[in-house]
């Protein structure tokens, strides 16, 4: 019998990058066969049969994690994100085809899947929507790699969704994973600043880890608050003490982001954090805190 996809592409990864194997392994270990046939059938939909497309996924995922990595050692120096400036950060990798998706989108697609604090929250997510089981209308406010637009389509079957990014590269990869799920039909794209030309009002709006790669969050949060209908809900979570090479704004801890969302007008209903590892400090160890909100 062949081996898995996971088993696979774990070889390849031994291979190449042994350092970054160990992450699977432990994120096999802890979430086990369920999680691995998951995976098998995620990697099937979105890069096919051909281990060639596997592969350039690996060296995507790679390089995402040692950006991740030198960022938050440059972080861990130095005290500060070593971005600064939005127009910068957009213009050296949003608006980047090749960085975008060759590494970045393949690389933070696959993350969800296999660091352990991004898995988790993915779980998390997937317990919240089928308690929405009014909504019927959603948008995602930076889709990123799409995965959190997916999981609302195939959680509530009767909605449909909207992705905005600025990034075309992004909705273009977004548009992709959603196809590949065959959900395609509810689903559409644009390229917009929410700031700039805050969309129409949705049932239930996702913002997932784009507060920290902006240099006004607080403002961003009173344009998601203006996008969630009255009675409707906002999932928004946010990297907390976690460096990567687009983020700008460093939370020190989850309640910075609460309390944003609190002056905003959002009424926080069910809260959670991960965090990335343990034997450092809290106050330098990567966190993702995530926050349902009700619009009153």
Known sequence: MSLSIYRQMLSTMRGRYPSYAVIWESSHEEFGADWEDEFNSSIAALFGPNPEAWSEAIDGYAEFCTDALRSQIYFEKKGKYKASSYAEVAAAYYHNSDFMLRCYLPGMFLSHMIWPHHHRMLRYFRGLVPRLSSVQTFSEVGTGCGMYSKEPLALLPGSKGVGYDISEHSLSFTERVVSAFGMADRYRTEVRDIVANTPPPADLVVCQEVLEHLEDPAEFIRNLFEMTKPG????????INASHVDHIYLYRNPGEVLQQLADAGFQ????????GYSGKPIEITPCLGAFLCLRP
């Open 232 to 239: 409707g809900y906002a999932y928004i979570s946010a990297a």
């Open 268 to 275: 926080i209903i069910d809260s959670h954090a991960e965090y």
